[in-house]
């Protein structure tokens, strides 16, 4: 027994593989937090007046607000004065215009993180708005999209050119006041991205944008936008990285999907925040509002998550179905190592006739870690005919850690169909010792078991990104075995 | 090939292995009877490596290496293998996954290069069809739904893809009906060859009508009582496990 904890001991101290710091000088407003520095954000992006009102009555409305504490989380109160609200790249002159303009060390940034941009894009496909701290810094494929109509931008870039829109849905779906997270989001946000898929258009390639955040003491406050229009069609994944430091970082984004008549949105997220160290030291505050609104009949919207990194995630992916016949989907993966704490779910509001749900949630908790699902299932007097099913499976990986389920439901209406499965197990000593028989390592059979565990929700996600998050998943849980 | 000196072997505090003493040859087939309880399963997973059973004392060494310091996924990559009495079922793992993982960490450590899937697939395809096995196992979970002779059929397929030295079978024969019991007699027979050696652990003499040892024993108590040829086990039916405890007392 003991030369097997040692190994597991030798296994879990493998260090954060992201955690460099790119010296890039930045443009950095000082730590602090009133009107003055909202006003100051919505200056230097030269934004219309609207824009400046909307974010001043979300810094006044936030003032009236505490921070929640229902989560089953523990933290160190933040100190929302020594944050620094806007960080960007320091840029000479105009904001590059192609890859060849972006600064070498930012690309060599995403290099390490194993995206090189020419490649990724030009191999895959794939469109990247690369999000480097605040401000968007390169954007590829945009030809190829523009000839399909579809607007896939930085938030910054989309104020500027596509107002209407902006002033339109922005708030539509997460309204300023909604949390005390999204009100703070609303007055302080720097960038982020925006997407507009027009009527009949099947977005010709998957988007996806790559997060990071890179200047130490710096909230990212980072906003999506994505529509799709009347019997539109979009995939989009979203995937995060931090670099290493010892303070925590507080990262509060607000993501809003509107799905018209007939549309569908996927929106696929891979997150590896940095965690903090095997003491709990450090990591990333994760407190993120998604939401998604079916506002069209026959629409439908389905997230897919797989969240390894973060000390603490507080995140509900949320779908509102108020066209008739509309789908929400929740495909979630959430791993706890060390002393990460992952308070995650979803929420299915069901407005609309015949409308259906579907949560899968895989839970796996090893080390310390507090790992739990909190969901919400309403159905509205409105909501004839209405169907959720929802399953929750949580895997415990050693004594030490811990897994909760919180699944609330609400029916008011007779006709409704709500079913809920759950399921707790050990990661079996019978299944690793099966596989050691069979001459496999015994970080190869906890990687496979625990996949096992989770293909139902890996097959959700774009091919690409399948492997990825595979990959993802034995890193966070290398020697995790109890 | 493997030679077992006065092992002793205990667990949550109960001494099970009370001093086995046993040596197999390569090219025979050795068959394990005994009662229930009588440290017939635990000399299985002992040998196998796992780490639930403290060793007290003796020796075991497999082609002149001390088996008992190596670790369970060495001894498999050595050519050892369990045929499990209770296959575990891991959902979600594909069945063909798993084995090429196996077969691949096997061939990694004798220095070879991983197994080419093409082949690998016409391979396993080959011998599903030997063990009578249908083509829904292809694209199934390890052992996910299967039933009990399914599970069993399943393990004899992995050894025969692996091609262990030493096959170690636990109870392989329980559960199975007759028809089944010559599919996994048959594949086990197949695998007979002057370079690898069998352990049968069993209860009933029923399997070596189809499998024929060349040498049975008895453990009871945690100890080989008895040994024999193959008539043994045919006495062993007629008279019960009492005769030979008995003979112990007595």
Redesign the interface.
């Given at each position: 027994m003991s030369s097997k904890s040692e190994e597991v001991v030798a296994l879990l101290s493998q260090k954060y593989r992201h955690g460099f710091v790119t010296d890039i000088e930045s443009d950095s407003l000082p730590p602090g937090l009133d009107e003055g520095v909202v006003t100051a954000i919505s200056r230097k992006k030269n934004e219309p007046p609207f824009l400046l009102d909307w974010r001043l009555k979300a810094f006044r409305h936030w003032q009236t607000m505490r921070e929640p504490t229902w989560a089953h989380v523990h933290y160190k109160p933040i100190d929302y004065q020594d944050i620094s609200y806007y960080s960007a790249p320091r840029a000479p002159a105009n904001a590059p215009k192609s890859l060849d303009e972006v600064d070498p060390k930012l690309l060599a940034t995403y290099a390490k993180l194993g995206i090189p941009l020419h490649e990724r894009a030009r191999l895959a496909g794939v469109a990247v708005d690369a999000v480097f701290d605040s401000v968007s810094v390169a954007t590829t494929f945009k030809e190829k999209l523009g000839k399909a109509g579809v607007i896939f931008c930085s938030f910054s870039d989309a104020v500027r050119d596509h107002p209407a829109l902006i002033e339109r849905y922005l708030g539509s779906v997460v309204p300023p006041g909604d949390n005390y997270f999204a009100a703070l989001n609303s007055a302080v946000f720097s960038d982020g991205s925006f997407v507009y898929v027009p009527p009949g258009v099947r977005c010709p390639m998957e988007l996806s944008t790559y997060f990071r955040i890179n200047a130490a003491k710096t909230g990212q406050f980072e906003r999506t936008l994505i529509i799709a229009a009347e019997g539109a069609t979009v995939s989009y994944l979203e995937g995060c990285t931090a670099p290493m430091r010892d303070e925590n970082q507080l990262h509060a984004a607000v993501v809003e999907l509107v799905a018209l008549d007939d549309a569908r949105i996927k929106y696929s997220t891979v997150q590896n925040w940095y965690p903090g160290d095997e003491n709990g030291l450090g990591g990333i505050y994760n407190f993120v509002t998604k939401r998604g609104e079916c506002r069209g009949r026959n629409s439908k919207i389905s997230w897919t998550q797989v969240e390894t990194g973060s000390a603490i995630t507080w995140k509900y992916p949320s779908c509102v179905l108020r066209g008739e016949n509309s789908i929400g989907e929740f495909y979630s993966v959430a791993v706890a190592n060390n002393y990460q704490q992952a308070d995650t779910g979803t929420k299915m509001i069901h407005i609309g006739r015949n409308t259906k749900s579907t949560i899968v949630s895989k839970g796996i908790s090893a080390g310390h870690a507090e790992n739990t699902y909190r969901g919400l299932v309403k159905i509205l007097p409105s909501a004839a005919g209405a169907r959720n099913f929802t399953q929750c499976d949580s895997l415990l990986m050693g004594p030490l850690c811990a897994a909760h389920t919180f699944p609330y439901m609400e029916v008011k209406n007779p006709t409704a169909t709500v079913e809920h499965e759950a399921s707790t197990s050990k990661i079996g000593e019978d299944q690793l010792f099966y596989c050691l028989q069979r001459g496999i390592s015994a970080e190869d059979a906890v990687n496979m078991i625990v996949s096992g565990f989770c293909k139902v929700v890996f097959k959700e996600l774009p091919m690409e990104f399948a492997v990825e998050a595979q990959n993802l998943l034995s890193v966070s849980l290398e020697g995790a075995v109890g | 090939m493997l030679k077992i000196t006065d092992l002793r072997a205990r667990v949550a505090g109960r001494d099970i292995l009370k001093g086995v003493n046993l040596e197999v040859n390569a090219g025979e087939v050795h068959a394990i009877m005994g009662p229930n309880g009588s440290g017939k399963s635990t000399l299985a997973q002992v040998l196998?490596?796992?780490?639930?059973y403290e060793i007290t004392g003796g020796s075991v060494t497999f082609e002149g290496r001390d088996l008992l310091a190596l670790?369970?996924?060495e001894?498999?990559?050595a050519g050892l293998?369990?045929g499990?009495q209770y296959?575990?079922e891991?959902?979600?793992?594909n069945n063909v996954?798993?084995?090429k993982?196996?077969l691949n960490?096997?061939r990694k450590?004798a220095g070879e290069s991983e197994v080419d899937a093409y082949e690998f697939l016409a391979l396993i395809k080959q011998k599903m069809k030997f063990m009578h096995m249908s083509e829904s196992f292809l694209t199934r979970?390890?052992n996910e739904g299967f039933s009990g002779g399914e599970k069993k059929r399943n393990e004899v397929l992995?050894m025969l893809v692996?091609e262990p030295k030493l096959a170690i079978l636990d109870e392989t024969d329980s559960g199975l009906d007759i028809d089944a019991l010559k599919v996994v007699s048959n594949g086990v027979n197949s695998l007979r060859d002057p370079q690898r050696a069998v352990v049968l652990v069993t209860h009933y003499q029923r399997l070596l009508d189809y499998i024929e040892p060349d040498r049975v024993h008895v453990l009871s108590g945690g100890r080989i009582l008895k040994s024999g040829d193959k008539s043994l086990a045919k006495e062993l039916e007629r008279r019960g496990y009492d005769w030979v405890a008995g003979a112990e007392v007595a």
């Open positions: - | 196998a490596g796992r780490e639930d670790r369970a996924e001894r498999a990559r293998f369990l499990f296959p575990v891991i959902p979600g793992v996954y798993l084995l993982a196996a960490a096997k450590a979970g390890v992995q692996l």
